[in-house]
């Protein structure tokens, strides 16, 4: 049956509270020959961000975290990492570089391709996704899981029974997965509109993760600066002036 989205039920949805965190993008930590889509960062390089993080008096941690920690009036050195795709790459090189520094992060799986690869990228190359099992195991070492849709579509082009499929299906099957609430949602491609921010909503999460330059920016539509392998100091420095430059212009104070 197709949940039908009632705008009553979702009006002031997804206020952000105070500033509009610092959020970064991550997608693969592996080493490669090859990346077209520039979604792979290197560990060295990986292990150098984060370590510029901590020289700063910044500590990544999860998006539940963080939203928890604004709520609270506190979490102003925190910074949120997140993982999108669920690629299998994340257990063997980013999980121990995140806790050998004690930081967290969220990884957002793609819940109907657990085990599989990546297929929408066309001109690949083709990259293992968490199996199941490995994503459980993630889930019990601390790090947050959410979802990141049932099959990696385009939401805005998707039907209203797709689109249903794709945001609240897909958190049930992590739930079962995991054991665990799933209280986020990733839009693929970041591709958002007011309509996916509603579903969202709906569906029962408690915030979505969207890219610059997504509209509407809200708690389920939270824009995040992207990392790639090129990221090197000097440039984190400038993605998080950035950051706070494009929050006071373009989104102005949340209440």
């Known amino acids: 049956m197709t949940q039908r989205i009632d705008p009553a039920r979702t009006s002031g949805l997804g206020a952000i ?27 060295a390089r990986f ?5 510029w993080l901590r020289r ?37 090189y980013a999980l121990p570089a995140l806790r050998r520094r004690g930081f967290g992060a969220t990884l957002f ?11 929408w990228d066309a ?12 994503v459980r195991e993630i889930a019990d070492s601390g790090i947050e899981i959410g979802s990141h849709g049932l099959t990696h579509v385009s ?5 209203d029974a797709e689109l249903i499929e794709e945001i609240a299906r897909s958190r049930w099957l992590l739930r ?11 839009y693929p491609y970041g591709q958002v509109t007011e309509r996916e921010v509603r579903a969202t909503g709906v569906a029962g999460y408690d915030y979505g993760c969207a890219i610059w330059p ?10 995040r600066t992207y990392v790639g392998d090129a990221d090197f100091p000097l440039r984190l420095r400038a993605k998080h002036l950035r950051h706070r430059w494009i929050c006071r212009r373009r989104i102005g104070p949340r209440r």
């Open 155 to 159: 939401l805005p082009q998707a039907d």
């Open 176 to 186: 079962d997965v995991t054991g665990q609430p799933v209280d986020g949602f990733c």
């Open 47 to 51: 292990a150098r961000q984060l370590d």
């Open 109 to 119: 799986v793609i819940a109907g391709r657990l085990g599989g690869q990546n297929d």
């Open 214 to 223: 997504s509209e509407p920016a809200s708690r389920h539509s939270l824009p």
């Open 17 to 43: 509270a105070g500033p509009v965190p610092f959020v970064l993008m991550y997608h693969s930590v592996a080493p490669y020959r090859e990346d077209p889509y520039l979604v792979t960062v290197d560990p």
């Open 56 to 92: 700063r008096g910044l500590r990544g941690t999860s998006m539940r975290e963080l939203l928890a920690a604004r709520r609270a009036g506190t979490g102003r050195d925190l910074v949120g990492l997140t993982f999108d795709d669920g690629y299998a790459d994340f257990a063997e």
């Open 123 to 134: 001109e690949g190359p083709r990259k293992p996704l968490l199996t199941a099992n490995a």
